[in-house]
DNA sequence: AGTTTACTTCAAAATGAATTGAACTGACGG
DNA sequence: CCGTCAGTTCAATTCATTTTGAAGTAAACT
């Protein structure tokens, strides 16, 4: 063992600009965690690292800001920050003495997660419960044992799938428990 | 309201051939249901459909069925079987009297849940939590109330991970219970 | 009115992942 | 041995998604 824990190889989105490196080293390690999470969600790099550059500032950042800080464009920084608005990642905040409106996080992470939560999981299961409806319909009555194997495998497929469904507000009280 | 509930535009993977369409409209709607799902995790659709057609079968299926079924090329079929041989989702079964290989669906389909939340989450979440250790130290120390926000931010997203690695085993539990 | 600033739009380019298919390997039968 | 059958491999292609950037819009200043 010689080299030291190296997670991930960096996502090198992150601009150091004229700001001073230990400013930048930790916007670095921001957005390349929220790169990271936003992979598993299956969220575009871009607008993880917008929400990524937000977070890591103390003070809310205008559009340029964020421009100046990433190398990606600016149609990608119109889009991405579109999105996140649109899911409630970040709110605009308008600045007294400037005309650009400013970004900050909105720090109730509890919502995005429950956002999260039902519009991907509850949507995805239940779409398949209706599958699944249509499914067991659908089975072939072929002879033998064979009907009843496939009757019993959509069945198992139904055990989860509500099993699944049952875990959701499970998951979201545990979740919200002190956050 | 005119249109029936037709939940996705259907995936097209599955060739009809000589069987009864009964049979083909089944393995039609349980490989859509497979692929839907796999896209949520992140699989891809060939695998997903594989999975599906073996899943679709009271009997077990050789290489060649799959491939006459599935619209999809050799080396996909190829690649696809290992990938789920590798996860344990379908095993192989050598038939007597032929020479081929004949593969079924492995049924613990809790184990596979159990080994994706190992694999993707576990891991997923292990990663940020030495990211956020790094993040910790690499807090820029700016005046005022500055770096004040900075750190319970990071707190926050630490609180996170820990109430998501906290809650995977307390899923797996929820999901194991009377399978 | 005209210019600048601040952002949006969207067609085209780049990226990256999945899929193909032709060449290859190896076991089996003749 | 030689040919065929059964499956694997991997470079090249296709496909889907993300990103770019130039052209467009609109409000604010002069």
Chains 1, 2 share one sequence.
Do not use: C
Request: charged residues 25%; without cysteine; hydrophobic residues 45%.
């Amino acid at each position: 063992m010689t080299t030291a824990t190296l997670i991930t190889p960096a996502s090198g989105l992150v601009l150091t600009g004229d700001r001073p490196s230990e400013v930048a080293d930790f916007e670095r390690a921001m957005v390349d965690f929220f790169v990271d999470a936003a992979e598993l969600l299956g969220v575009p790099k871009s607008v993880a690292a917008i929400y990524g550059i937000v977070f890591a500032s103390p003070a809310p950042l205008s559009f340029a800001d964020i421009e100046a800080r990433l190398d990606i464009s600016k149609g990608s920084v119109s889009q991405g920050l579109r999105v996140l608005r649109e899911v409630g990642a970040v709110k605009e905040v308008s600045s007294e003495s400037d005309r650009a409106e400013l970004f900050e996080p909105d720090l109730e992470l509890r919502k995005l997660v429950a956002r999260f939560m039902e519009n991907r999981l509850a949507k995805q299961l239940g779409e398949g419960e209706s599958r699944l409806d249509q499914l067991a319909k659908a089975l072939p009555k072929g002879r033998h044992g064979e009907a009843a194997v496939l009757r019993s495998r959509v069945k198992q497929l139904q055990t989860w799938n509500s099993k699944a469904r049952a875990l959701l507000p499970i998951a979201k009280a545990f979740l919200n428990l002190g956050g």
